[in-house]
């Protein structure tokens, strides 16, 4: 992690400590985050399934847990899925149990302290414009690469949610009408091209074709073609496994069209790219550069935007999550 | 900034009339344009060509003549092509000589008057969101169906220009790649597919390949394949020819899913949809409504965005550029 490089300590002292939470579909992760986007404490849980209610006492018990050590203000909480403009209600999450719920008042009411409710990639772009890699931009892309393809929009300053709050979903333009099925049930969405699920579905299909490109990736999963997923592909490219690295730069091909679809809708000066997929790195961004301008409309008469790694890690969501709920939570109810 | 919805009559009566002038590739419009967005009285010049000098000197000799009769407060200069952030210099204008030209400083010097310089997609999303059917929505995306697609994005009321001033060339969103080559030198944007343009050419391309549904059309243009355009398709359908309404649905099909990649982005409760193609009306709307629906991302889970016809007509650019420049132009320098 990048720490800030302006914000005077003295300040940052003054700063209430917020906690974020980060729900994701296998871990719950909660930190302590400070007025400089610092983690002083982590603490994670393993997500008790889809149940919403079992969630909802983890998240109780990290907040008792950190609570007890820390002087809390507010408490910040992430999660995949659809919120409402209020940062009140979950509309939607794909990977959890909770539909049109009022998260934030329930937890409220559990912990006596103020709540905001975010999507955990929204919070993720606001850590990495404020804290990590777009520190100094007031507009940016930030795309998270994994599962799928996390976007958010940061818009002078703030982040973009659009009429219903709904903002932000890149992942699901279609970019190939009549290409593969999406998990949102339409197909061509673009992050069937350019996720680490889609370099694992590559990878597995690769291996079950008999393709004899495919031997390094079966030896790395003992010979069971099921095993290998874009985290697999991932780090058998970095490794230097010529056909991992092809794979990789294939998504990475995908991922500079898509973005240069985003350049000529949005035109921002920076795109940050996170999750694990970004671990690939170069790899990845290089051949992503390259389609990027070579897709981009009107080159040549336009400035390029620069497309870089995200800085915060798999922390940007939780420290994110914590930084808005400093900034727009209002007190809590008694 | 936020500009009021209800401007009182009393209030506009007391606003300053401003001039606004619409430069496209065949004909220059103006118009005295009064703060309620009526326009008082308008002229029109052919288009001298690509001379930068001759249109110039065109927009000079239209602010004398309507400026000897209304006293002009500013004036507006809307044209296809990418403008500065600070709507002072033409970067590139695609169907215009002007190439880096700082046009807003010529004017005013040839004028000794203020001038804002802007995109005619972005002014006609204003005067549709300040006048027309956008009037009470602070967020709407609006799309001007001719040559291509003009796209503009209006957020919090104002225009989004993106980090370089090229937000909102939806119409380049690549959604066919290897498809349609495109001016801009692309292949598969979306202005191929959901443009005017579009359809003129499924219509000679389906004319010249003799298929006997192109028979009306060919009775339409005395038997000249090279004469159907899109406003000839266009007209047909509405006057009931059969395959004239195929093909405009099947523009209407191609429109709804490049909007539903909009709503995923950048989800706004309205879509305006102006420019020639839109006279279709409902026989291109009802298909994109249905196309939106069917492709939109999360549907059951989200409210829908409305998709409606503009109500300004082609003075949408005009109007825009005269109350763009009232609000946005500094005074003229000496």
New interface residues.
Partial sequence: MTLPQHEPVSASMKSPLALGIDIGGTKVAAGVVDGNGVILEELRRTTPGRDARAVEAVIVELVHELGARHTLASVGVGAAG?MDLEDSRV??SPHLAWRDEPLRDTLEAMLGRPVLVTNDADAAAWAESRFGAGRGHD?LVMLTLGTGIG?A?V?DGRV???????????G??????GGHR?E???RG?WEQYASGNALGREGRELAKKHSPMAAGFLAAVAGRPRDITGSVVTELALQGEPTAQELVAEVGDWLG?GI???A???????FVIGGGLSAAGELLLEPARRAYSR?L???G???E?VITVAELGPNAGLIGAADLSRVRTRPARA
């Fill in positions: 659809w509309l939607f507009r976007g929009l818009i973009e949610r659009g009429s219903f709050g709904m903002a932000g979903e890149f699901h333009q279609i970019i190939m009408p999406c949102c049930g339409n969405c069209l240069a679809n985003l000529a809708a949005l035109d921002p000066a920076l897709n409309t009107g080159r008469y336009r400035q935007a």
